[in-house]
Nanobody
Framework: QLQASGGGSVQPGDSLRLSCAAS????????LAWFRQAPGREREFVADMGWFGGRTDYADFGEGRFIISRDNDKNMVYLQMNDLKAEDTAIYYC???????????????WGQGTLVTVSS
C-alpha cells in the first residue's frame, strides 16, 4: 500500500517535496515511480528510481527540475520539485513496479494521489 502526501498550492518558481510512504511490505525490491495526471489529460510518467537507488529516469519536463529519491529503510520515496510551472499542475501519484518502465500499466501498486496546483 502506498500513501502520497505533500501536495499543495504554490506560485510559479516555488518548490515542493512530495512524499510517498509504503506499508504492508518492504518495497526495497520494487522500482518506485511518480506519475501525474492533469485535468483532461492522460496520466504521464514523471520519474522513477531503481531498486536500490543510483539509477533514475526523468521525463523531459522534469529533467533538471525534479529529483526522485528513496529511503528503503523507511520505505519512502520522494519527489523534490523545483522551479514549478503552471503546467506542473496535476495530481501526482506514486507507484511501485517490478521494472523501470514509463508505462503506467506496468506498475502494480498505486498511491491515492496528491494535488499540486501552481498558480500566480
Amino acid at each position: 500500500q502506498l500513501q502520497a502526501s505533500g501536495g499543495g498550492s504554490v506560485q510559479p518558481g516555488d518548490s515542493l517535496r512530495l512524499s510517498c510512504a509504503a506499508s504492508g511490505e518492504s518495497f526495497s525490491n520494487y522500482v518506485l515511480a511518480w506519475f501525474r495526471q492533469a485535468p483532461g489529460r492522460e496520466r504521464e510518467f514523471v520519474a522513477d528510481m531503481g531498486w536500490f537507488g543510483g539509477r533514475t529516469d526523468y521525463a523531459d519536463f522534469g529533467e533538471g527540475r525534479f529529483i526522485i529519491s528513496r529511503d528503503n529503510d523507511k520505505n519512502m520515496v520522494y519527489l523534490q520539485m523545483n522551479d514549478l510551472k503552471a503546467e506542473d499542475t496535476a495530481i501526482y501519484y506514486c507507484a511501485a513496479g517490478f521494472m523501470p518502465l514509463r508505462d503506467s500499466t506496468k506498475y502494480v501498486f498505486w498511491g491515492q494521489g496528491t494535488l499540486v496546483t501552481v498558480s500566480s
